[in-house]
């Protein structure tokens, strides 16, 4: 069972264009919702993370648009650069259970020069 | 700091046979975590470790084995490797369950 479905599973965009990622969750205990950005050959390194309290958190250039009662979130990338070409995967987790996360499929972003 | 460190980072095993990867970190952290990634799947919890002397299974922890050796230290272990099993395995680890920090990762494969 997936707990946590992300679309598209790849997506090319032009520079300076908008970036956006979604994903949708099924269990509502969730209570901790991170973005991981992944270059090839390496592990993956938190982005930016959202909580169910609030509906937006932006941190420069990369902003999470959370709905709870749709049980979706997303990331958008403004402006978006060559240098952000990687695997984005959205994740969710319960923090009184230890933090395991429950990860999405991916994303594969390319953004072309 | 050198975070989250992970041995080998290569690895070819044939059938049936055994190894351990190994995983250290140096930041304190109360849980460790680790984690297989598969192409289209995302990455899959196999075990974790709220803390020293603790451990519990995750999503798919058939065919693994691990060992919190100390608060540093988390080790997995293959004890009769299947084609199954060929992955690329990451080594987390987080302060109170929120924040997860990864390792480089060991790309396993199994003939």
């Known amino acids: 069972q997936q707990q946590v479905k992300q679309s598209p599973q790849s997506l090319i965009v032009q520079k300076g264009g908008i970036s956006i990622i979604n994903c949708a969750y099924e269990?509502?205990?969730?209570?901790?919702f991170p973005w991981y950005q992944q270059f090839p050959g390496k592990g993956p390194a938190l982005l930016i993370a959202?909580?169910?309290?609030?509906s937006e958190k932006k941190e420069g250039r990369f902003t999470i648009s959370f709905n709870k009662s749709a049980k979706q979130f997303s990331l958008h990338i403004m402006d978006s650069q060559p240098g952000d070409s990687a695997t984005y995967f959205c994740?969710?987790?319960?923090?009184?259970?230890?933090?395991?996360?429950?990860f999405g499929q991916g994303t594969e972003l390319s953004v072309k020069p | 700091n050198a975070g989250v460190t992970q041995t080998p980072k290569f690895q070819v095993l044939k059938t049936g046979q055994s190894m351990t990867l190994q995983c250290a970190q140096d930041?304190?952290?109360?849980?460790m975590y680790w984690y297989r990634q598969d192409p289209g799947m995302g990455l899959r919890l196999i075990y974790y470790?709220?803390?020293?002397?603790?451990?519990d299974k995750g999503e798919v922890p058939n065919g693994y084995n691990v060992s919190r050796l100390n608060k540093r230290e988390f080790s997995l272990r293959l004890e009769s490797a299947a084609p199954s099993q060929t992955s690329v395995y990451f080594c987390?680890?987080?302060?109170?369950?929120?924040?997860?920090?990864f390792g480089q990762g060991t790309r396993l494969t199994v003939v």
């Open positions: 987390a680890s987080s302060p109170q369950g929120d924040e997860a920090f």
């Open positions: 994740a969710a987790s319960m923090r009184n259970q230890g933090g395991k996360l429950i």
């Open positions: 269990n509502t205990a969730f209570d901790y």
């Open positions: 959202i909580r169910p309290d609030v």
């Open positions: 930041m304190n952290h109360n849980s």
């Open positions: 470790s709220a803390s020293e002397g603790t451990t």
